[in-house]
């Protein structure tokens, strides 16, 4: 059982593949900071039936879209956790983006992904700075969890599954 998850968490996958898997609990929010030139973060909130739990797993950009490995439970409380995903998901904003003729080769590409099920879920993706229009105050919050996140410890008590 233990070399099953083991090899589950540490294969090469896509963001969407895996909604539910049973040792992980099931994904609701995940944040991705994909830098050009190197390795990134993707974050990502699962609900488990007693708590809210925050993993974090190398992502990077490939020119068919971002790729994940591995994850590592991360320490934080999850009235903590249960907050910031309440603030990410009912926040307001326009979602309609003014077309803009930006171009470049560096820079970091963010990804919001919310699952309210295997058929629903929204990703908001942009490039860089804001995108405008409205979007700039959300976009501020996503940053500022990020580097929340980025200061996390791994969680010791969970992470007997993910050791490898």
């Not at 998850?5 to 996958?13: A, D, Q, V």
């Not at 500022?144 to 007997?160: A, R, Y």
């Amino acid at each position: 059982m233990i070399e099953e998850i083991e090899n589950e968490l540490y294969r090469r996958r896509r963001p969407i593949e895996e909604l539910v898997f049973s040792s992980i609990g099931t994904r609701k929010m995940q944040i991705l900071k994909l830098p050009v030139d190197d390795q990134g973060w993707a974050f990502e909130f699962s609900l488990t039936k007693e708590e809210m739990v925050l993993s974090r797993s190398i992502a990077w950009l490939k020119e068919d879209g971002p790729w994940l490995k591995g994850y590592e439970p991360l320490l934080c409380p999850t009235d903590a956790l249960k907050g910031i995903f309440s603030k990410l998901t009912n926040f307001t904003m326009p979602y309609f983006l003014p077309h803009l003729n930006v171009a470049g080769v560096g820079g970091i590409s963010y990804e919001i992904t919310i699952w309210g099920g295997i058929y629903q879920s929204i990703t908001l993706r942009w490039w860089g700075d804001a995108p405008g229009a409205g979007w700039n105050t959300f976009t501020d919050l996503v940053l500022e969890n990020i580097s929340f996140f980025e200061s996390l410890p791994i969680d010791p008590k969970l992470n007997k599954w993910w050791e490898k």
